[in-house]
């Protein structure tokens, strides 16, 4: 049962427009939610989070927006560098459970110069 | 800060034969995981520690071991292994939960054959 759902396996986009990559989940119960970005050969190295009680988190040209009711939530790239192309993963956590992560699959973005 | 330090980076095993993956962190974290990732699938959390003595199984932990004896070190042990096991692992660790990500390693890539 994949609780955290990226179902856009590729994405790809022109150097200066705004990349948006989705992710859906299923358990209510998440209430904290992160980004990570993988280059290949190296772990995943955090981006940016936001907590349930938010619907938004801004950092510099990263945005997270999280609609709580559809379970959804979003990271915009505004603009899109090349250096941006890699993996992106959406996680999730929550309290109940320790706040262990669960990830998703993963969406490869690709920058086009 | 060298961070978090997994070793060996690659190695190929026979079926059957067993291993460790090293893990150490020198950022004096208490909580530490070890996740595996599968080609085109999200990372899964086989084992996890909040502290020095204290270890407890993830979501894919059959065929695994770890032990947790200093803060700095999470050692992966692989018993046996099966082709199954075949995947890269990633070790990672934070200060608390809810602090701002997980700090990985950059993996160790296990074929078994």
């Known amino acids: 049962d994949q609780q955290v759902k990226q179902n856009s396996p590729s994405l790809s986009v022109q150097e200066g427009r705004i990349s948006i990559l989705n992710c859906d989940y299923t358990n209510s119960m998440f209430d904290y939610f992160l980004w990570y970005k993988k280059y290949p050969a190296e772990g995943p190295t955090f981006l940016i989070s936001i907590s349930s009680i938010k619907d938004k988190n801004e950092d510099g040209r990263f945005t997270v927006f999280l609609n709580k009711s559809a379970k959804h939530l979003s990271l915009h790239i505004v603009p899109s560098q090349p250096g941006d192309s890699a993996v992106y993963f959406c996680?999730?956590?929550?309290?109940?459970?320790?706040?262990?992560?669960?990830f998703g699959t993963g969406t490869r973005l690709a920058v086009r110069p | 800060n060298a961070g978090v330090t997994q070793t060996p980076k690659f190695r190929i095993l026979k079926i059957g034969q067993s291993m460790t993956l090293q893990c150490t962190q020198d950022?004096?974290?208490?909580?530490m995981y070890w996740y595996r990732q599968d080609p085109g699938m999200g990372l899964k959390l086989i084992y996890y520690s909040v502290g020095a003595g204290i270890t407890d199984k993830g979501e894919v932990p059959n065929g695994y071991n770890v032990s947790r004896s200093t803060t700095e070190d999470f050692p992966l042990r692989l018993e046996l292994a099966a082709p199954s096991q075949t995947s890269v692992y990633f070790c990672?660790?934070?200060?608390?939960?809810?602090?701002?990500?997980?700090?990985f390693g950059s993996g160790t890539r296990l074929t078994v054959v």
């Open positions: 996680a999730a956590s929550a309290k109940s459970s320790g706040d262990k992560l669960t």
């Open positions: 950022m004096n974290h208490n909580y």
């Open positions: 990672a660790s934070i200060s608390r939960p809810g602090a701002s990500g997980y700090t």
